[in-house]
């Protein structure tokens, strides 16, 4: 029981993510600083320990700027 609590809570802590659109990781894609180029995957925020603002955005590692969220191009087509 307690384990399910502990999971459930990370995940709804972690992203901001509508049931059933997880990709195979839990990864619906990256944050990006567009000054430094620098990338990190929405499943590796936490684990890196990136700081968030108080949306959740997690700030650059070099800049201490705030990432941009790029969804990962799945199956579905923007266009
Ligand atoms: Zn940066």
Aim: aromatic residues 6%; proline residues 5%.
């Amino acid at each position: 029981m307690g384990i399910f609590d502990t999971v459930t809570g990370f995940l709804e802590s972690s992203t901001e993510r509508a049931p059933g659109t997880a990709g195979d990781d839990g990864s619906e894609g990256s944050y990006w600083c567009d000054d430094c180029g620098v990338r990190v995957r929405d499943v590796d925020v936490d684990e890196k320990g990136l700081p968030r603002d108080n949306k959740g955005t997690p700030r650059c590692p070099d800049c201490d700027g705030r990432m941009r969220f790029e969804r990962a191009s799945g199956t579905g087509c923007a266009c």
